[in-house]
């Protein structure tokens, strides 16, 4: 295409550059990439300069209070904003996610420095957790104050067919991790600084069956699920979750 344009923040005038260019639509990236070589104005040349830098920061400005959303195929990455964090919900119950399995929940490490209640919906999974239990050590060892780092809440739906013997499935399996996302590092949090909570509420249109419904977690050293005494848990690790009601 010859129609797309980019605006590029923080480029030294009068500075060959060469960029990689992907294409992405709705049916996911391009398999090849195209090299543009250009080279910036000078300082006298760019007249507009000041005007598409104000852009910029306009730009910047309402996905910090709004938020923004990146679909591509069954995925999708929410970069929460200040509006969103204020409220302390979100939720994944909307049409727009209904053909969604995978989701990544971006936070920017400004906020989980602070002390925050968060929930996130998505229908039968819950998730509520403060903010400041994933700014583990190692984030805050690695949190250097850059703009562009986020920690994630990674939410996947499994459609699990591995249950133990004499159980129904009472909901899809969902796997939820965590991790730090800074510049092009990402780093896996193992363990948070508090545990949170996971829910698992049973849709019994879809699985009719409640007799004796419990959550079950995956113990991946056993490489089967153990019961939980109630359809909810605390826990402070990545895991694999579903609900399971007897025969």
């Not at 190692?138 to 949190?143: A, E, I, M, S």
Request: without cysteine.
């Amino acid at each position: 295409t010859t129609e797309a344009e980019f605006l590029v923040k923080d480029l030294e005038p009068d500075t060959l550059y060469d960029f990689r260019v992907r294409a992405l639509n709705q049916y996911g990236a391009s398999i090849g990439d195209a090299t543009v070589r250009v080279r910036t104005l000078t300082v006298r040349q760019d007249t507009k300069l000041g005007e598409k830098e104000d852009r910029l920061d306009r730009e910047e400005d309402k996905i910090r209070r709004e938020g923004k959303e990146e679909f591509n195929n069954d995925t999708v990455r929410i970069f929460l904003g200040e509006n969103t964090l204020r409220r302390g919900l979100v939720s994944l119950t909307q049409s727009k996610y209904n053909k969604i399995n995978s989701f990544t929940i971006s936070i920017p490490v400004e906020f989980v420095r602070t002390n925050r209640e968060l929930t996130i919906r998505e229908g039968t999974l819950i998730l509520e957790l403060n903010l400041r239990d994933l700014y583990t050590q190692d984030v805050r060892r690695n949190d250097k104050g850059n703009k562009d780092a986020y920690v994630n809440i990674h939410i996947e739906r499994i459609s699990e067919g591995h249950i133990p013997r004499g159980k129904r499935l009472a909901s899809k399996a969902y796997e939820v991790s965590f991790d730090y996302q800074y510049g092009k590092n990402t780093l896996a949090i193992n363990k948070l600084e508090n545990p949170a909570k996971v829910t698992l509420v049973q849709d019994k249109k879809a699985y009719p069956n409640t007799k004796n419904t419990k959550l079950y977690i995956f113990n991946r050293e056993k490489g089967d699920y153990q019961p939980q005494s109630s359809t909810w848990a605390n826990i402070n690790t990545s895991g694999r979750f579903i609900l399971l009601s007897d025969r």
